[in-house]
Nanobody, 121 residues
Framework: QVQLVESGGGLVQPGGSLRLSCAAS????????MGWYRQTPGKERELVAK???????NYADSVKGRFTISRDNAKNTVNLQMNSLKPEDTAVYYCNAQIRLHYSRIYYSYWGQGTQVTVSS
């Protein structure tokens, strides 16, 4: 079965940097858009950044100029480089991927388990 495994979260001081990584594994035929979302207690999950197979990436206004999303299609991975982190970036970050399996014609949405990012002095 498909798994998305995230890594790279942790505690960082304001102004610092973190790099999140997510690797997809399983009976994958192809992967469409990949992205990162985040969620804080009591709030809905929100899009942070999204990257298609090719074309323009999409960022939340709050992270533009600070975060960069990238993907490696050969390795089925997506990364999020986060710079100039602020306390308001504190959240659980989730990886998402639209994946077509070998025995399917349809792309399904898969989520990682989430990784905590805490920005605090």
């Amino acid at each position: 079965q498909v798994q998305l495994v995230e890594s790279g979260g942790g505690l960082v001081q304001p102004g610092g940097s973190l790099r999140l990584s997510c690797a997809a594994s399983g009976p994958i035929f192809s992967i469409g858009a990949m992205g990162w979302y985040r969620q804080t207690p009591g709030k809905e999950r929100e899009l942070v950044a999204k990257i298609p197979i090719s074309g323009t990436t999409n960022y939340a206004d709050s992270v533009k100029g600070r975060f960069t999303i990238s993907r490696d299609n050969a390795k089925n991975t997506v990364n999020l480089q986060m710079n100039s982190l602020k306390p308001e970036d504190t959240a659980v970050y989730y990886c998402n991927a639209q994946i077509r399996l070998h025995y399917s014609r349809i792309y399904y949405s898969y989520w990682g388990q989430g990784t905590q990012v805490t920005v605090s002095s």
